[in-house]
């Protein structure tokens, strides 16, 4: 699965970034929450600094991470507009 129909154009080129690199779409959540009506999930961690080389991000698009150990540790990008979100895990350093 290459393609996410009815996502955000502003976050169609991180999914084709991520895709390049060999990473794998998980799943696509709709809705994935209440204030989220759609979510693509990728099987391994995003290159958020990678992809800002060279770029930078569409007007509109925020990162964000989650570190509540009650939820899944993930981080991504979100739209602003559309609540479209993109995320990966976040993979903790042993201490």
Same mark, same amino acid.
């Given at each position: 699965?290459?393609?996410?129909?009815?996502?955000?154009?502003?976050? +169609?080129?991180?999914?084709?970034?991520?895709?390049?690199?060999? =990473?794998?779409?998980?799943?696509?959540?709709?809705? #994935? &929450?209440?204030?989220?009506?759609?979510?693509?999930?990728?099987?391994?961690?995003?290159?958020?600094?990678?992809?800002?080389?060279? +770029?930078?991000?569409?007007?509109?698009?925020?990162?964000?991470? =989650?570190?509540?150990?009650?939820?899944?540790?993930? #981080? &991504?990008?979100?739209?602003?507009?559309?609540?479209?979100?993109?995320?990966?895990?976040?993979?903790?350093?042993?201490?």
């Amino acid at each position: 699965m290459n393609e996410v129909p009815g996502l955000s154009e502003k976050l +169609r080129s991180v999914v084709e970034y991520e895709i390049s690199r060999g =990473n794998m779409i998980l799943r696509v959540d709709r809705p #994935a &929450g209440t204030r989220c009506p759609l979510a693509v999930v990728f099987a391994k961690p995003l290159d958020i600094a990678g992809f800002k080389v060279g +770029r930078a991000l569409p007007p509109g698009i925020d990162t964000w991470e =989650n570190r509540d150990r009650h939820y899944p540790l993930e #981080a &991504g990008y979100v739209c602003e507009r559309t609540r479209h979100a993109i995320s990966g895990p976040i993979h903790e350093r042993p201490g």
